[in-house]
């Protein structure tokens, strides 16, 4: 593994259906982060992480959950998704130091219908 | 709260032409960082320059370079001799020091025509 994975790279999914996304990072990074990017709204955080065991809640944390049981995954969770859940979702982590950056994923793409 | 907006939502530019893309941000912070992402069609995001708003010089990454200016909030992307490969949606972005919300703009998408 090089940097950070999603799986799975998309799904098509019922509504009220459960599902959950997942996210492995091997850069030891601390924090993680979820987005989801819909056209004409850029990229909006759900979730994050600030290291293993925290987790808080981002600009549109609603209908979703996330845990950080270790320092490498970080699951998000749809208990019940609604059509207004489609959308890319993307997995991110930080580099410490002084820049600050972001580390993204490939993305899920998620339909529900 | 922070707002990023992206007032160009699409753009052309003749290869190995100049082309600069726009964002202006809303902050009463005076410690934070903006970022340029690359997005191609593969749909990775890829950081292109990263600028500290403590530093008064621009940054500048190759053919990319930014136009910093704190006062004005803004925050454009110049690409120089613009190649085909850079043919992708480009999102600016904010982020406190110290703080995990990184702000996103809507993009730009940028298309290189040879």
């Known amino acids: 593994i090089a940097g950070i994975t999603q799986a799975p790279t998309s799904q098509i999914l019922a509504a009220g259906r459960r599902m959950t996304l997942r996210c492995t990072q091997d850069?030891?990074?601390?924090?993680m982060y979820w987005y989801r990017q819909d056209l004409g709204l850029g990229l909006r955080l759900i979730h994050y992480?600030?290291?293993?065991?925290?987790?808080g809640k981002g600009e549109v944390p609603d209908g979703y959950s996330v845990s950080r049981a270790n320092t490498d995954d970080f699951p998000l969770t749809l208990a019940s998704a609604v059509p207004s859940q489609t959308s890319v979702y993307f997995c991110a982590s930080k580099r410490e130091g002084r820049y600050n950056e972001q580390f993204f994923g490939p993305g899920t793409r998620l339909t529900v219908l | 709260a922070q707002t990023v907006t992206q007032s160009q939502p699409e753009m052309s530019v003749q290869e190995a032409e100049t082309v600069t893309l726009s964002c202006t941000y809303d902050t009463s912070e005076n410690n934070y960082y903006l970022f340029w992402y690359k997005q191609p069609p593969s749909r990775q995001m890829i950081l292109v320059i990263r600028?500290?708003?403590?530093?008064?010089q621009n940054a500048t990454e190759n053919r990319f370079s930014v136009n910093f200016q704190k006062a004005a909030k803004s925050f454009s992307l110049k690409i120089s001799d613009s190649q085909l490969g850079d043919t992708a949606m480009y999102f600016c972005?904010?982020?406190?020091?110290?703080?995990?919300?990184?702000?996103f703009g809507a993009g730009t998408r940028l298309t290189v025509k040879p």
């Open positions: 992480s600030n290291t293993a065991g925290t987790t």
């Open positions: 600028q500290e708003a403590y530093k008064q």
């Open positions: 972005a904010f982020m406190k020091h110290n703080n995990n919300d990184m702000r």
């Open positions: 850069m030891r990074h601390n924090a």
